[in-house]
């Protein structure tokens, strides 16, 4: 297979950039803009190659800016991130307002280098920088009777053109069950590519959970609320038939409308084949023993 220039640069520079980025200045000119955010290796990262930064931030899927992957990067730009405050409610001890340096200061920043699989069947490779859910749901007193949390994006229809449109039951919400939500795989990511997060991929804070598909990922988060009860998320309220809470990457468990057997990397080439799906996107070896004795047939 030949290998033209753009799509070695990518990762080479990045691997290079790595290799300096003790010199804040390597890391400032490779950002091209005034902050850089950095976050030390994690063990937790994969060693594949990150997509490109161009491919991670033209591509998207973000409907308060519209429907189609070019949209967020066109329209999103207009988004208001500071001030910003996250609120924390329910049952925890110590609920309120949360600025996003709170949540995720800087001197606890990893860097988490995940596969991003979404429902669509299409996949990247993330350098995502934050810090474990964990650690803020420990900080903010998580109570014993809180069995789920669950997220909710900004409603701002002046700043959020798609949600003008009825195309979701805006805010767009998500939940995890509370073991997925304090696994050391689940983050709050405040960056990526060493730069504070693009308003497209979910400014300022968003969740990662890299063995769910993509849509539990829940971009520029405003309340964090801990329940007993589990919560109807938007797009399982949207098509319960084809969406539901768990959406757990599982190649044996096609999409009403299409097999989740493979999908397509982003940026591969248009010649490339379709790579095989794996088991919880790959991380079943971390994250299968949260679902021992589950039907995940039922539980889609
Ligand atoms: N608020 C909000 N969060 C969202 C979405 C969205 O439309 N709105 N799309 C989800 C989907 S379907 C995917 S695949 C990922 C895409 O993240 P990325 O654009 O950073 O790759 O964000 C998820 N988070
Ligand atoms: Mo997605």
Redesign the pocket.
Known sequence: MKLNWSDVTPHRIYLDRRRFMAGSVAALAFAGQAQALTGRPSPLSTDEAPNSFEE?TQ??????FGTGKED?ARNAGALTIDPWAVEITGLVDRPGRYAVEDLAPENALEERIYR?R???AWS?V?PWIGVPLASVLNRAGLRPSAKYVEFE?LLRPEEMPGQRRPI?DWP?CEGLRIDEAMHPLTILATGLYGQPMPR???API?LVVPWK???K????IVRINLREDQPLNTWQQMQPSEYGFYANVNPEVDHPRWSQATHRRIGAGLFAGREPTLMFNGYADQVASLYAGMDLRVNY
Not at 59 to 64: S, T
Not at 217 to 220: H, M
């Open positions: 991670i591509y998207n899927n973000f409907y308060e967020p991003l979404c429902v669509e990247m993330v994006t979701l767009y497209q991929n979910g968003r598909y993509g849509f990922s829940i971009k520029s």
